[in-house]
Nanobody, 113 residues
Framework: QVHLVESGGGLVEAGGSLRLSCTGSGFPFSEAIMTWHRQVQGKAREWVAT???????FYTDSVKGRFTGSRDNTLNTVYLQMNSLKSEDTAVYYCQEYGSTTWGQGTQVTVSS
């Protein structure tokens, strides 16, 4: 059974940084394409970043140059380093194994302006 646990969210001032973590279990993590998404209350969930098994990364345009995805397959963990945060980055952030329908509980990121 796929299980995902996100952590690392919090309240930060605009321009600040946070690092999110997502630990997965119940599937072959090292072979999994891992994705980050975010959702603002009342809006659709949107894709933010993808971290491929070998570490290649892809980002939505709004976070390019500010967010960096990485992973440690020995820890079954994927990370999202978020720098130069903006108020519009405020959302609940989720990770997901690409192709899966399972979501973690998410972690709240709030950026104050």
């Amino acid at each position: 059974q796929v299980h995902l646990v996100e952590s690392g969210g919090g309240l930060v001032e605009a321009g600040g940084s946070l690092r999110l973590s997502c630990t997965g279990s119940g599937f072959p993590f090292s072979e999994a394409i891992m994705t980050w998404h975010r959702q603002v209350q009342g809006k659709a969930r949107e894709w933010v970043a993808t971290v491929a098994p070998g570490g290649a990364t892809f980002y939505t345009d709004s976070v390019k140059g500010r967010f960096t995805g990485s992973r440690d397959n020995t820890l079954n963990t994927v990370y999202l380093q978020m720098n130069s945060l903006k108020s519009e980055d405020t959302a609940v952030y989720y990770c997901q194994e690409y192709g899966s329908t399972t979501w973690g509980q998410g972690t709240q990121v709030t950026v104050s302006s």
